[in-house]
């Protein structure tokens, strides 16, 4: 009995899609990517294994611990990849080079960090996401905050709103407090984490002045509509402020303004972003639907120094959201016929199943065995069926009867 326990176990982290998610799954895939190519992106798909270099050679990108690692036959280090900016930017660098600039590509798939156990935690994440590759500037960071509000939308996600914020500001704000750039890096940990608890007791113990740390604090409290930028003016260059305040008459131009909110003591967990940064929310869930922001130092990395922002959306959270709404109805899909048969019609059942599928006529399922036609008629209601054709003789012929179920 124990070892046939052990066949039926899984390991933690990781989750089994039955029908309904798997169709929830593809079903929003499938919206994303329409999208996607609508704007000009296209699809790529890097590979699921990488060279763990890639993850820990001097990038900061806080991976070290999280990563999936085995060996090859040649004894080198392999990941199953945690990211798929970076498998992207090597894509870019090697594959890409004579495409002309700038590169609009997406993806899609998933990505596997180790991370200690819990219960519920996750370990493997799925993914869709888009990236800007070769373009710096307003324009280029209007189109993918453009972009990711329509991707929310299009997923049913009107409420959605995303919060924008500059790593810029971010670094310019911390400098004129005073603290180091140590002290910093761990104020910027506590706002990645959204720990303002934990922020709130690392401020307090360091060797500031109190209207200092009361600044410090302040940080996570520049938040609101375009308005704040004006505040956010006095406290460091105009550079660093800017480039948001022309972003925002972009996005009156996009029509999407009005969905994104400003949010200067945003950080996001990796640290090869460099300008703007940006999560994506819903009033029905805590964590981000999405996320994302500009990296124009990464591509340098793998020798081509190229400016890029993208997003990725989670899409086990678009997956728990949509489950909460009861969109759409379990498999079947709704619209699906069921084929039945009377004794003796199983190949008169294939041919009309065929020439059904051929027509568009939707989901067309065939029973597997003779049945009467009561018989079929719960059947297909068992199955959600929203249609019946049920072929009997009559005579010499054979008749098709069509019902709904």
């Known amino acids: 009995m124990e070892k046939k326990l052990q066949y039926l176990r899984k390991p933690e982290g990781f989750k089994d899609l039955l029908p309904r998610e798997a169709a929830l799954k593809r079903r929003s895939e499938l919206v994303l990517s329409r999208l996607f190519a609508a704007w000009g992106y296209r699809e790529v798909v890097p590979s699921t294994v990488e060279y763990s270099s890639i993850f820990t050679a001097g990038m900061k990108t806080d991976y070290e611990e999280k990563l999936y690692r085995f060996s090859d036959d040649r004894g080198r280090t392999l990941v199953l990849r945690p990211d798929l900016t970076l498998p992207l930017a090597r894509v870019v660098s090697t594959h890409l080079q004579e495409e002309p600039l700038p590169l609009r590509l997406f993806y899609q798939g998933s990505i ?5 156990s819990k219960a519920g935690r996750q370990r493997e994440f799925h993914q869709s996401g888009v990236e800007l590759l070769g373009s710096r500037g307003p324009l280029a960071d209007a189109e993918l905050l453009a972009l990711a509000v329509a991707s929310l939308k299009a997923l049913g996600m009107g409420d959605a709103k995303i919060f924008l914020g500059n790593l810029g500001f971010v670094n310019s704000y911390l400098a004129r407090t005073g603290v180091s750039a140590e002290e910093g890096e761990r104020v910027k940990a506590h706002l990645s984490g959204k720990d303002l608890v934990g ?14 740390k009361e600044d410090l604090l302040g940080l996570s409290r520049l938040k609101g509509g375009r308005e704040v930028l004006a505040e956010a003016a006095a406290w460091v260059q105009h550079r660093d402020v800017g480039d948001m305040a022309e972003l925002f008459t972009i996005l009156d131009s996009h029509g999407v303004a009005g969905d994104v909110l400003v949010d200067l003591g945003l950080v996001r967990g990796l640290d ?19 996320g994302g922001g500009r990296y124009d130092q990464l591509l340098g990395c793998f020798g081509r120094d190229l400016p890029a922002v993208g997003f990725a959306v989670n899409m086990d959270n678009v997956l728990l959201l949509l489950s909460r709404q009861g969109f759409p109805a379990d498999a079947p899909s709704p619209g699906s016929t069921l084929v039945a048969f009377a004794p003796g019609l ?5 041919r009309a199943a065929a020439r059904l599928r051929e027509a568009g006529r939707g989901p067309v399922e065939m029973a597997l065995e003779p049945l009467s036609l009561g018989e079929s008629r719960r059947f297909a209601a068992e199955r959600k069926c929203r249609h019946l054709t049920y072929l009997e003789r009559q005579g010499e012929t054979t008749a098709a009867r069509e019902e709904d179920v």
């Not at 596997?112 to 200690?116: A, C, G, Q």
């Not at 090869?272 to 999405?290: K, M």
């Open 112 to 116: 596997f960090r180790y991370l200690p």
């Open 199 to 212: 922020l709130e007791a690392y401020v307090e113990g360091l060797s500031l002045g109190r209207q200092a």
């Open 272 to 290: 090869y972003y460099t300008g703007i940064v940006f999560d994506g929310y819903t009033g029905n869930l805590g964590s981000p639907i999405c």
């Open 346 to 350: 199983q190949g008169e059942a294939c």
